[in-house]
C-alpha cells in the first residue's frame, strides 16, 4: 500500500468525525423531547411519538439522505444553498439518531426506580426539581453504555453520507479505488474506521466507570 493511498483516504477522517460529533450531539438533544412524547400520559402525545419513531427507524438512513438532500430542491432550487451536501448529512444523522437517543432514554427512565418520585415529593421537592436534580443525573449515567454504543455505530453509518457527495473517509477511498481499480483504499479506510472506534470505545469506558464511582460515593 503506498503511501498516497493512506494520506488520501486520510483526507476524510476529520470530516467523519465532525459528523459523527455533530449528528450525534443533534441527536442527543432532539431526542429528549422525543422520548417526552413517548413516555406522556396522554395518549395521543404517546402515539404521536410512538408513530414518529417508528416511521424514522423505519427508513434506511441512505433513504433520509436523499430525502433531505434532494427534496426540499424539488419544491424551490434555491434551497440547494441552504440544504447542501454537508448540511444534509448531519440533518440526517441527526434524525435518525434522536429516535434512537429517545429509546436509550427512555429505557434508562425505566431503570430508575418509581419510587424516587414519591420520595422526593414527601420531602416537598418540586417535579421539576426532581426530574432535574435526581432522576436525570440517574438516566444520564444508565444511558452512557447503550449512548457510547450507538456513537460507535454512528461512526460507520457516517460512511454512507459520501451518496449525497460529503467528503469524508469512505468518499475518498471510493474515489482513489476507481482511479486505481483496486480494492486497497478500502482496506485503508477500514483500518482508519477502526483506528477511530477502538479509542472512542475506551474513553466510554472510561466515563461509565468514573460515573459509577460518583454514584457509589
Same mark, same amino acid.
Do not use: C, H
Given at each position: 500500500?503506498?503511501?498516497?493511498?493512506?494520506?488520501?483516504? !486520510?483526507?476524510?477522517?476529520?470530516?467523519?468525525?465532525?459528523? &459523527? +460529533?455533530?449528528?450525534? !450531539?443533534l441527536g442527543a438533544v432532539l431526542g429528549v423531547p422525543v422520548m417526552l412524547l413517548r413516555v406522556s400520559t396522554w395518549r395521543p402525545a404517546?402515539?404521536?411519538?410512538?408513530?414518529?419513531?417508528?416511521?424514522?427507524?423505519? +427508513?434506511?438512513?441512505?433513504?433520509?439522505?436523499?430525502?433531505?438532500?434532494?427534496?426540499?430542491?424539488?419544491? /424551490?432550487?434555491?434551497?440547494?444553498?441552504?440544504?447542501?451536501?454537508?448540511?444534509?448529512? +448531519?440533518?440526517a444523522l441527526g434524525l435518525v439518531s434522536a429516535v434512537y437517543m429517545a429509546e436509550i432514554y427512555r429505557g434508562s427512565l425505566r431503570a430508575?426506580?418509581?419510587?424516587?418520585?414519591?420520595?422526593?415529593?414527601?420531602?416537598?421537592?418540586?417535579?421539576? /426539581?426532581? !426530574?432535574?436534580?435526581?432522576?436525570?443525573?440517574?438516566?444520564?449515567?444508565?444511558?452512557?453504555?447503550?449512548?457510547?454504543?450507538?456513537?460507535?455505530?454512528?461512526?460507520?453509518?457516517?460512511?454512507?453520507?459520501?451518496?449525497?457527495?460529503?467528503?469524508?473517509? &469512505?468518499?475518498?477511498?471510493t474515489t482513489i479505488s476507481s482511479t486505481l481499480s483496486s480494492a486497497t483504499p478500502f482496506v485503508v479506510a477500514g483500518v482508519y474506521y477502526?483506528?477511530? &472506534?477502538?479509542?472512542? !470505545?475506551?474513553?466510554?469506558?472510561?466515563? /461509565?466507570?468514573?460515573?459509577?464511582?460518583?454514584?457509589?460515593?
Amino acid at each position: 500500500m503506498s503511501g498516497e493511498v493512506w494520506s488520501g483516504v !486520510a483526507n476524510g477522517i476529520l470530516t467523519t468525525v465532525q459528523l &459523527t +460529533v455533530f449528528g450525534f !450531539a443533534l441527536g442527543a438533544v432532539l431526542g429528549v423531547p422525543v422520548m417526552l412524547l413517548r413516555v406522556s400520559t396522554w395518549r395521543p402525545a404517546r402515539w404521536t411519538g410512538r408513530a414518529f419513531i417508528e416511521l424514522v427507524r423505519g +427508513v434506511p438512513l441512505i433513504v433520509w439522505l436523499f430525502l433531505i438532500y434532494n427534496g426540499p430542491t424539488q419544491f /424551490d432550487p434555491s434551497l440547494g444553498t441552504v440544504f447542501t451536501s454537508w448540511r444534509s448529512g +448531519v440533518a440526517a444523522l441527526g434524525l435518525v439518531s434522536a429516535v434512537y437517543m429517545a429509546e436509550i432514554y427512555r429505557g434508562s427512565l425505566r431503570a430508575i426506580n418509581a419510587g424516587q418520585w414519591e420520595a422526593s415529593q414527601a420531602l416537598g421537592m418540586s417535579r421539576f /426539581d426532581t !426530574a432535574s436534580r435526581i432522576i436525570a443525573p440517574q438516566v444520564t449515567r444508565v444511558a452512557v453504555p447503550a449512548s457510547t454504543t450507538y456513537a460507535l455505530s454512528l461512526i460507520k453509518d457516517s460512511s454512507l453520507v459520501s451518496a449525497i457527495g460529503v467528503f469524508e473517509t &469512505t468518499y475518498y477511498a471510493t474515489t482513489i479505488s476507481s482511479t486505481l481499480s483496486s480494492a486497497t483504499p478500502f482496506v485503508v479506510a477500514g483500518v482508519y474506521y477502526i483506528a477511530l &472506534t477502538i479509542p472512542a !470505545a475506551w474513553a466510554a469506558r472510561r466515563l /461509565d466507570s468514573n460515573l459509577r464511582r460518583k454514584v457509589m460515593r
